[in-house]
T-cell receptor, first 111, second 113 residues
Framework: ELKVEQNPLFLSMQEGKNYTIYCNYSTTSDRLYWYRQDPGKSLESLFVLLSNGAVKQEGRLMASLDTKARLSTLHITAAVHDLSATYFCAVDLYNNNDMRFGAGTRLTVKP | NAGVTQTPKFQVLKTGQSMTLQCAQDMNHEYMSWYRQDPGMGLRLIHYSVGAGITDQGEVPNGYNVSRSTTEDFPLRLLSAAPSQTSVYFC????????????FGEGSWLTVV
């Protein structure tokens, strides 16, 4: 059974600091997605990573995928309060949008 | 462009009642799916459809039915509601299954008492 593990599950950081969220998964897959969810809201797609070594950046967020290590990272650079949200990674199990989500990382950025 | 529209947004059901959560998308997407999200957890796939007339089970299909008679609509039916089905339900769509961006609806909050 596929397991998708995110860590940390809770992250409190100061504005201006850098940090990385990790997403490990237990089966072979070359499709990984990152989403953001604000409290009580829907999911917003951040990144779609489709191959080993894929790296994508948007603003202060950068995501990467290492399919050999079964690991994706979401790196936050110089955090700002607006980045406070829950971040989910999801693995496309059979390359057919059959997604398995991690439990999410609740990020709080403090002034 | 409305995107993915879900109704109702909030619903309270009694145990044993049935109901249908509606989902419509106006982006001509072939792929649609339903997820549930329980507190403190990620989303879990209930059912999905790769096109009109085609549906399949996801990770947690028991207690739910779906149909896809048109490209636009993908309703989720709860056959006999149970308290364990209290959750937030999200509908999603994408152009296909080729690594496309997946768009989510706003969610439907369901409480079964």
């Amino acid at each position: 059974e596929l397991k998708v593990e995110q860590n940390p599950l809770f992250l409190s950081m100061q504005e201006g600091k850098n940090y990385t969220i990790y997403c490990n998964y237990s089966t072979t897959s070359d499709r990984l997605y990152w989403y953001r969810q604000d409290p009580g809201k829907s999911l917003e797609s951040l990144f779609v990573l489709l191959s080993n070594g894929a790296v994508k950046q948007e603003g202060r967020l950068m995501a990467s995928l290492d399919t050999k290590a079964r690991l994706s990272t979401l790196h936050i650079t110089a955090a700002v309060h607006d980045l406070s949200a829950t971040y989910f990674c999801a693995v496309d199990l059979y390359n057919n949008n059959d997604m398995r989500f991690g439990a999410g990382t609740r990020l709080t950025v403090k002034p | 462009n409305a995107g993915v529209t879900q109704t109702p947004k909030f619903q309270v059901l009694k145990t044993g009642q049935s109901m249908t959560l509606q989902c419509a998308q106006d982006m001509n997407h072939e792929y649609m799916s339903w997820y549930r999200q329980d507190p403190g957890m990620g989303l879990r796939l209930i059912h999905y459809s790769v096109g009109a007339g085609i549906t399949d089970q996801g990770e947690v299909p028991n207690g739910y039915n779906v149909s896809r008679s048109t490209t636009e609509d993908f309703p989720l039916r709860l056959l006999s509601a149970a308290p364990s089905q209290t959750s937030v339900y999200f509908c999603a769509s994408s152009p296909g299954t080729g690594g496309n961006t997946i768009y989510f609806g706003e969610g439907s909050w369901l409480t079964v008492v």
